[in-house]
C-alpha cells in the first residue's frame, strides 16, 4: 500500500515540535513526511534568539539536525517558500513545484507587527525575528552609536539589550503608558522601568511616532506626536506581532476578523485535512504568543492525527517567567485581577527593589493571579497555587511576604497534586515523573531524558529537582551526596572540616573523616580544597599523589604524549621584549605557536624532560605559570579601554592587569576567567566570563557566573558603577564564597543555578553581609594573594622536584624517540599517524 503524503508548512519551533511527536507515533508509518521552511536553516529557538548576539550560533540554537530529519525518513524543504495551497487538489505550490498532500499541517508562526509610520522602511529599519534580521541589525550596529526599539514588551526589552550587547545606547519606545502593559500593572511596570533605566537603557512611555525621516546628528530621526523627537542610528520594531496566516486567507479557509486561522479543539481548520498550530491558529478567538501553547497544540494535533479521540487543546497558561536585562519579571494567570469579585494584596519594596502583586478570589481561597518584578524566588509556588488550585493559606499575604517579615515558606512537592504540571513547554506533571521514576529513572538526569523536563526553557529546573529528589526519598532511593564512597561528604562539608581543622594533608582528612585509601575522584578534589585553603605547592610532598598528569607536570599533556606550555600575559598586555623572547624559545626548541582566545601565546610539543629547561628561560625572561593546566583563574581578557580607544571611558587594560595579578594562583573547583571591557561595546565579551567587568562613566558593572563552551551561559549583572576599591572587594568576597560552597568541579555558572536564592541570595551574603562572614571571606582573599608563589620558578629551583621531569633515568638523551612529525603551514605538529 503506497503511503500517504503529510505536509508540514513552517518548520520553527512548533513545527519541528510536532514532527517529534508524531514520527514515534503509531501513524506514522503510514506517511510520507515533508517539511517547507522559508529559512535556509534549520528551526531554531528563538526564545533564546537574543543569545546569538553573546556568540551563540545557528548550531547552538537549533532544535536539531539534518541528520535527525534524514533518520526519520522526513523530506526537508529549506529555503522553499510555500505560496499557495489548492484545496480541491490537494497540492500546494512552491517556486520549485506542485507537491501533494493528504493531510496538511500549517505552523505558519507569525510576523512583526510594524506600525503604519512614515518612514517605517527607511535604511537602518529593522524587525526582530529571524536570524537574518539579527545578522542585519549587528551589521548596521558597526557604524552607529544609537539605537532605539518600538515596543516595550517582552520581545522589545530583549530587543534592547541586544542594542546595548552590541554597545549601542540603547533606548525604548513605547506607547503605552508603562513597560509590559500586558504583563504588569502601573507599579510593576514602574519598577521595571526604574531598573532598566539604572541599566542604562532610556525609557519613553506614551510616545507614538509618526514620522521617521533622515537624522541631522545621527542617520535618522523619531518624530512624536507631542511634537518631540529622538535621534537614532537604527530602529527595531518589536510592537507585537499578528499571524501568519496568508496561505489560509488566499484558499479561503476560515480566518479570524482581526486574523488568525480558525481552528477547532483538535486544531484542525474549516477544512478537515488542513491543520494549523501555534502562533497563526486562532482558537476560541484567542492567539497564543507563546511556545509552551504552540508545543500542546503540536502534541494535541499529533494525538489526534492518530485517533486518539481524547485529544484536545483547551487553552493554554500564559504565565511568563523571564530575567529581562538581568531584571526578574514574572506574571501568572490573571494578573490584572479582571476576575468579577477579585481582591488584591500587594507588597511594595522600593528599598530593596521588588514589587509584587496577587489577585485572590472574593472568598480569599484561591489564587487567581500574580505579578512579580526583581524577584522571582516566589514564582513555582505562586504558580503552582494558581495552576492547580490549592487553597490559600489562612494568611495568604505571607505567599508574598520576606522571609524576615513572616513569609511562608516554599510549597513542598508533597503539597503538589499529581496533576500539577511541572513543565509547562512538553507538558510534564508530577504524575509523568512519577512514572518515570517506577520505571527506573534513579536520577535527575535520567528523569530529564525520559520527560523532556526541563529542556525547553529550563524555568522549572529548580521545581523538578525538588520534586525528583522528594519521590526517590519516598521510594527508599538514597539521594546521596557523597564525594565518592571514600568520604561521606559533599565538596562544600569537606571545605570546612579541612578549613576549620586546619587540616593540610590527604592522608590526616581520609584518615579522619574517610576511609580507605582515596580515589580519581576525591584525591584531585581534596588537592584542589587545600590549595584554596592554604596556597601550598602543588608539587609539596603530601600533594603530588592527588594531582592529575596536568597539574603533576605543571603543562597540559597533548595526544602525543608531549605538552603545551602557556605563560600568563596579565591583561594581554605584552611588551616587545617577552614577545621576542616567546619567539626565541619557541624557535629554540621548535615548538607549535597559537595565539589563545583569552589573549596569550600557547608553546606546543616540549617534552618533559625540556620543560624545567623552557621554564627557566621563560621566567628569566619576566614570565610566571599562567595556570591553564590547573583549576585556577586562566586569564583576564582586556581590551584597549581608554587608553587608546575613542569609546573607552575607563582603564580597562589596567584593572585587568590589576585582577589577574591579584587571582593569580587561586586555586577553585574549575577554572575561572575574567574579563574587563572599557565600554558597553563590550569588545572584551566580559559578559561570557565567570566575572566579566564593563566600563560605566561612574566607574565598573560587574556580571557574573557567565561561560562559553558546550552551554554557553550568560553572566548577570551583579552590582553597578562600583569604584575601584569596591569592584575588587566584591569579586573577592563572591570568588571566596564560590570556592567554599561549589561542588568538585562545578563551573561558576552552574553553581549559581544551584544556588539555593539564587543571585539575589548571594546579592544578600556579598553585599549586605547577611550571614558575617564577609569579613573571614576578605581575610582568606588576603592570605591566598600575600602567598602566591609561581608554581613553575619553585619547582624549576628545586633539585628534588625537578628530578620528576626526567623521561628516560640512564639516557643523557633525552628525546623520545618513537615520536613522530610533520610540518604544516610553517610550523611543526604531531604525524596523526606515527605507524
Known amino acids: 500500500m503506497s503511503k500517504k503524503n503529510l505536509i508540514v508548512v513552517g518548520n520553527g519551533m512548533v513545527g ?74 490537494k497540492i500546494v505550490t512552491t517556486p520549485r513545484g506542485d507537491y501533494s498532500y493528504d493531510e496538511l499541517v500549517l505552523a505558519t508562526g507569525s510576523y512583526p507587527f510594524v506600525p503604519p509610520i512614515d518612514g517605517r522602511d527607511r535604511n537602518h529599519c529593522f524587525v526582530y525575528r529571524t536570524l537574518k534580521d539579527l545578522d542585519a541589525i549587528r551589521a548596521s550596529a558597526q557604524g ?29 519606545v513605547e506607547f503605552a503608558p508603562r513597560l509590559m502593559p500586558v504583563q504588569l500593572d502601573a507599579e510593576g511596570g514602574a519598577l521595571l522601568r526604574q531598573k532598566i533605566e539604572d541599566l542604562g537603557v532610556s525609557v519613553h512611555t506614551e510616545k507614538a511616532t509618526t514620522a521617521i525621516v533622515e537624522g541631522e546628528a545621527a542617520r535618522l530621526r523619531m518624530t512624536f506626536s507631542d511634537d518631540t523627537h529622538l535621534e537614532t542610528d537604527l530602529i527595531v520594531f518589536s510592537a507585537g506581532i499578528r499571524p501568519q496566516d496568508t496561505l489560509a486567507r488566499a484558499s479561503g479557509l476560515e480566518v479570524g476578523e482581526r486574523g488568525g486561522i480558525v481552528v477547532n479543539n483538535q486544531c484542525t481548520t474549516s477544512d478537515p485535512h488542513i491543520h494549523a498550530i501555534g502562533e497563526c491558529a486562532l482558537w476560541n478567538q ?48 490573571d494578573a490584572h485581577g479582571q476576575t468579577p469579585g477579585a481582591r488584591n494584596i500587594r507588597f511594595n519594596d522600593e528599598q530593596a527593589g521588588y514589587y509584587r502583586r496577587m489577585v485572590v478570589s472574593n472568598d480569599g481561597k484561591k489564587l487567581l493571579g500574580a505579578i512579580l518584578v526583581g524577584d522571582n524566588s516566589k514564582y513555582d509556588t505562586l504558580l503552582q497555587y494558581a495552576l492547580n488550585g490549592i487553597d490559600l493559606p489562612a494568611n495568604p499575604e505571607s505567599l508574598i511576604l520576606p522571609d524576615s517579615e513572616g513569609g511562608a515558606p516554599a510549597l513542598g512537592p508533597d503539597a503538589l497534586p499529581e496533576g500539577a504540571t511541572i513543565c509547562s513547554c512538553h507538558n510534564v506533571s508530577k504524575g509523568d515523573i512519577c512514572s518515570a521514576i517506577d520505571a527506573g529513572c534513579s536520577d535527575l538526569g535520567s528523569v530529564k531524558g525520559e ?46 572540616l579541612v578549613r576549620v581543622n586546619g587540616i593540610r594533608t590527604f592522608g590526616t582528612l581520609i584518615s579522619q573523616h ?50 603545551s606550555i602557556v605563560p600568563r600575559v596579565p591583561g594581554g598586555e605584552i611588551t616587545p621584549d617577552k614577545l621576542i623572547a616567546l619567539g626565541e624559545v619557541a624557535k629554540e626548541y621548535d615548538l607549535y605557536t597559537k595565539i589563545t582566545g583569552g589573549q596569550r ?11 624545567p629547561e623552557i621554564w627557566e628561560k621563560l621566567i628569566a625572561a619576566g614570565f610566571e605559570t599562567g595556570h591553564a593546566y590547573g583549576k585556577a583563574l586562566r586569564t583576564v581578557k582586556s581590551c584597549v579601554g581608554s587608553t587608546w580607544c575613542r569609546y573607552g571611558v575607563q582603564d580597562s ?46 566607574g565598573w558593572n560587574l556580571y557574573i557566573c557567565g561561560n562559553g563552551g558546550m552551554r554557553p551561559r550568560h553572566a548577570d549583572l551583579f552590582a553597578t558603577d562600583l569604584s575601584d576599591e569596591e569592584l575588587i572587594r566584591t569579586i573577592d568576597r563572591v570568588v571566596m564564597f564560590y570556592v567554599r560552597t561549589a561542588d568538585r568541579l562545578q563551573r561558576t555558572s552552574v553553581w549559581m543555578e544551584n544556588l539555593e536564592g539564587g543571585i539575589d541570595y548571594l546579592k ?49 638523551e633525552q628525546k623520545d624517540p618513537v615520536q613522530q612529525w610533520t610540518e604544516e603551514r610553517g610550523q611543526r605538529r604531531p604525524l596523526a599517524d606515527p605507524a
Open 514 to 563: 574517610g576511609k580507605g585509601h582515596g580515589c580519581d575522584i576525591c584525591k584531585p578534589a581534596v588537592a584542589s580544597i587545600l590549595a584554596s585553603c592554604w596556597n601550598e605547592h602543588i608539587l609539596a610532598t603530601d600533594h603530588v599523589p592527588l594531582q592529575d598528569t596536568n597539574d603533576t607536570f605543571m603543562a597540559n599533556m597533548q595526544k602525543n604524549g608531549t605538552y
Open 286 to 333: 484567542r492567539i497564543f504568543g507563546l511556545v509552551a501553547p504552540g508545543y500542546t497544540m503540536a502534541r494535541t494535533l499529533a494525538a489526534a492525527l492518530n485517533k486518539d479521540s481524547s485529544a484536545a487543546f483547551t487553552g493554554a497558561d500564559m504565565s511568563t517567567k523571564l530575567k529581562l536585562l538581568g531584571v526578574d519579571v514574572g506574571s501568572i494567570g
Open 653 to 698: 587594560v589596567g584593572m585587568a592587569i590589576e585582577l589577574e595579578n591579584r587571582y593569580k594562583g587561586l586555586r577553585a573547583p574549575h577554572k575561572v576567567k575574567m574579563a574587563v571591557s572599557g565600554c558597553t561595546r563590550e569588545c572584551a565579551e566580559a559578559q561570557s566570563k565567570d566575572f566579566g567587568v564593563i566600563a560605566t562613566d561612574k
Open 764 to 812: 544578600q551574603v556579598v553585599l549586605k553581609d547577611s550571614l558575617g562572614i564577609c569579613t573571614e571571606l576578605d581575610q582568606h582573599m588576603a592570605d591566598i594573594v600575600s602567598t602566591y608563589q609561581c608554581e613553575w620558578k619553585t619547582a624549576v629551583e628545586n633539585p628534588e622536584q625537578r628530578k620528576r621531569f626526567r623521561e628516560f633515568v640512564n639516557a643523557t
Open 144 to 172: 552607529g552609536k544609537t539605537g532605539v526599539v518600538v515596543g516595550g514588551g517582552l520581545l522589545g526589552l530583549e530587543a534592547a539589550n541586544a542594542l546595548k550587547s552590541l554597545g549601542l545606547e540603547a533606548h525604548v
Open 16 to 89: 519541528h515540535h510536532f514532527l517529534e511527536q508524531f514520527v514515534v507515533s503509531d501513524v506514522a508509518t503510514e506517511y510520507r513526511i515533508l517539511v517547507f521552511g522559508e529559512e535556509k536553516q534549520l528551526a531554531y529557538d528563538r526564545v533564546h534568539l537574543s543569545e546569538y548576539f553573546a556568540g551563540s550560533t545557528h548550531a547552538d540554537l537549533a532544535m536539531g539536525t539534518a541528520d535527525w530529519y534524514a533518520s526519520n525518513g522526513i523530506d526537508l524543504h529549506l529555503n522553499e517558500q510555500v505560496t499557495a495551497i489548492d484545496r480541491v487538489r
Open 601 to 611: 601565546v600557547d608553546l606546543f610539543g616540549a617534552t618533559l624532560s625540556e620543560l
Open 451 to 496: 520527560t523532556r523536563a526541563s529542556t525547553g526553557c529550563g524555568g522549572c529546573t529548580a521545581l523538578l529537582k525538588t520534586v525528583v529528589d522528594s519521590e526517590l526519598a519516598k521510594r527508599g532511593v538514597s539521594v546521596s551526596k557523597d564525594l565518592c564512597e571514600h568520604f561521606p561528604y559533599t565538596r562544600q562539608e569537606l571545605f570546612h
